[in-house]
């Protein structure tokens, strides 16, 4: 089983749209919790932690559910922008852990 | 500052030559690290560095080597390049411990062929 899985897409969304994924890691102790962006052919850079309270930073949202062992990313009012890979990244233990990513494309 | 920088961009080799991938930082990080992207799966690590002169192995340390003589550069060794090693290779920095902030540098695309 892989340390992080994320559902890899593609989401299509028009401009303006609501889009959310989550990720789901497999080590209940894990420590913290990231997403990184990464557009295309180009590397990964930090988009948010994600904090046990849930945490918002602008049109994202990124929510942890300890329980569940999922993290979660919200994306309102779509811009063109925001077309791009969301990366999920785990800290085990000090190492860290990365998602396949979640492709999202918006149109216009 | 340049941040986070990976020559050469792009390089094609046959199998069994080697070759060294540069990867240089300017913001004084202690940590360091390389990474292979492949398609469908996540960044794995292949070796790391806390410090000059202390390096250790990652997920996927076979086949290359690193050393770290000085604070901003951390050469990664291909000993001998094989087809499975084509892939996307990223170096990354960071202040101090694994969870801080990654700046990754801009990947070096390797084919062998």
């Known amino acids: 089983r892989k340390e992080v899985e994320q559902d890899p897409g593609p989401f299509n969304v028009p401009e303006g749209a609501t889009v959310a994924f989550n990720c789901t890691y497999s080590?209940?102790?894990?420590?913290?919790f990231f997403w990184y962006r990464q557009d295309c052919r180009k590397e990964p850079k930090l988009l948010m932690s994600v904090y046990s309270s849930g945490n918002e930073d602008g049109r994202f949202t990124a929510q942890l559910n300890r329980a569940s062992q999922y993290i979660s990313l919200l994306i309102r009012d779509s811009k063109l922008s925001d077309s791009a890979t969301y990366l999920c990244?785990?800290?085990?233990?000090?190492?860290?852990?990365f998602g396949a990513g979640t492709t999202v494309t918006v149109r216009a | 500052n340049a941040g986070v920088t990976q020559t050469p961009k792009f390089q094609v080799l046959k199998t069994g030559q080697s070759m060294t991938l540069q990867c240089a930082q300017d913001m004084n990080h202690e940590y360091m690290s390389w990474y292979r992207q492949d398609p469908g799966m996540g960044l794995r690590l292949i070796h790391y560095?806390?410090?000059?002169?202390?390096?250790d192995q990652g997920e996927v340390p076979n086949g290359y080597n690193v050393s770290r003589s000085t604070t901003e550069d951390f050469p990664l060794r291909l000993l001998s390049a094989a087809p499975s090693q084509t892939s996307v290779y990223f170096c990354a920095s960071s202040t101090t411990r694994s969870t801080d902030t990654q700046y990754f540098g801009p990947g070096t695309r390797l084919t062998v062929l």
């Open positions: 990244v785990v800290n085990d233990d000090y190492k860290l852990s």
């Open positions: 560095s806390v410090g000059a002169g202390i390096t």
């Open positions: 080590n209940s102790a894990s420590q913290s």
